[in-house]
């Protein structure tokens, strides 16, 4: 059974740091994306791992800035963000990819059904 779940969100100040962690995915889960969403806009990708850990890619929104990790040991996955930014302020989302696929999203020229979500972890930079 999978359930997602998010931690490390908070408020922060622009220019500063938070480490998002998400838990409760199988290890073997082949995509892992962390989402995001402000009031009034589309949910978008930030950040996407594949392949079991590997390959990583970044909106360019975020480029530069935010890093995706996942560690295999603890059957976590990271969003490192630094030098955060006021329109960085939304509520985030874990997702990993179902094995029959779900909510469709092309992200980074890869198209990825994503059965499972988290509840989400808000962020506020002011």
């Known amino acids: 059974h999978v359930q997602l779940v998010e931690s490390g969100g908070g408020p922060v100040q622009a220019g500063g740091s938070l480490r998002l962690v998400c838990t409760g995915f199988?290890?073997?889960?082949?995509?892992l994306t962390w989402f995001r969403q402000a009031p009034g806009k589309e949910r978008e990708a930030v950040a996407s791992i594949y392949i079991y850990g590997h390959f990583p890619n970044y909106a360019d929104s975020v480029k530069g800035r935010f890093t995706i990790s996942q560690d295999k040991a603890k059957n976590a996955l990271h969003l490192q963000m630094d030098n955060l930014r006021v329109e960085d302020t939304a509520m985030y989302y874990c997702?990993?990819?179902?094995?029959?696929?779900?909510?469709?999203?092309?992200?980074?020229?890869?198209?990825?059904?994503?059965?499972?979500w988290g509840q989400g972890t808000q962020v506020t930079v002011s």
């Open positions: 997702a990993a990819e179902g094995p029959d696929g779900g909510t469709w999203y092309k992200f980074g020229g890869i198209r990825v059904g994503f059965a499972y």
């Open positions: 199988s290890d073997r889960t082949l995509t």
